[in-house]
């Protein structure tokens, strides 16, 4: 699973980190010497189908050389380590990513786009989802990602620290019901199973030792919900009934600090 390694965004050297995000003079390879087979977008790029593909796990300084056709020792040349190449590829998916035109949007519409849009994000790479960014990547990507949602909040008459803790808040949910997702369809994958075929096969056993007397809200809820679902869990009603209850709440907190 992406991130399970230890892997987190901020943990390479900062100020090489910052030069190669913004790309200082230099900051690409060195140009002196044998003509370089190779760029430094070119690696983020290599690096990015093997994380989609395989996840962080697979990630390593070597695996992205072999997909380039080059010595390990010359990915060094581009970037210093694996921990720079992450904050790399946070920041470049960030800069690729559909951003929409917010404005004239109410603000719960606003929201929502923006939700929908990280959920994108995540569903198309996943191992965003499990990388913390507790230290994220200042780069121009995360500038641009940050200023774009914030301005789903702009105008509501909150202030400054308001708006960046509503975005936080909504952009943790959005990853949670994500990696739910991420986690269902990776069990189905792996297991050669749907959560429909699951059921069915621990069905006749379930009904067998599952004491409906006992557990009189279990039996009922959980039958009603596992038909509605098709399954125990239902990623699509989660994220939908979630974001709802999201939006619900900020409207009556954002209703408060204007009093």
Do not use: C
Request: glycine fraction near 10%; proline fraction near 5%.
């Amino acid at each position: 699973m992406a991130g399970r390694g230890g892997d987190r965004s901020g943990a390479g050297d900062p100020v090489r980190t910052l030069e190669l995000l913004w790309r200082e003079p230099g900051s690409g390879g060195s140009t002196r010497g044998p003509k370089q087979r190779t760029t430094l977008d070119a690696v983020i790029a290599a690096a990015l189908e093997i994380a989609d593909a395989e996840g962080l796990d697979a990630l390593t300084m070597r695996s992205v050389a072999a997909k380039l056709g080059i010595t390990p020792m010359a990915t060094y040349t581009y970037v210093p380590g694996k921990a720079e190449l992450l904050d790399l590829m946070l920041d470049t998916v960030y800069q690729r990513m559909p951003r929409h035109d917010l404005s004239g949007m109410p603000w719960r519409e606003r929201v929502s786009m923006i939700a929908a849009e990280n959920r994108a994000l995540l569903t198309e790479h996943p191992w965003v989802a499990y990388l913390p960014t507790t230290r994220p990547p200042l780069g121009p990507g995360v500038a641009a990602k940050y200023d774009h949602e914030l301005r789903a909040f702009d105008g509501l008459g909150l202030d400054d620290l308001d708006m960046d803790s509503a975005l936080t808040y909504v952009l943790g949910f959005v990853t949670s019901t994500a990696q739910l997702a991420i986690d269902t369809a990776r069990a189905a994958a792996e297991s050669g199973q749907s959560d429909n075929d699951w059921w069915e096969r621990a069905a006749p056993l379930l009904a067998r030792v599952f004491d409906a007397d006992r557990y009189p809200l279990a039996a009922r809820i959980g039958a009603v919900a596992g038909q509605a679902h098709e399954g125990a869990y239902s990623a699509d009603h989660a994220y939908e009934f979630g974001l709802a209850r999201v939006l619900d709440g900020l409207a009556v907190w954002i209703e408060n600090r204007r009093l």
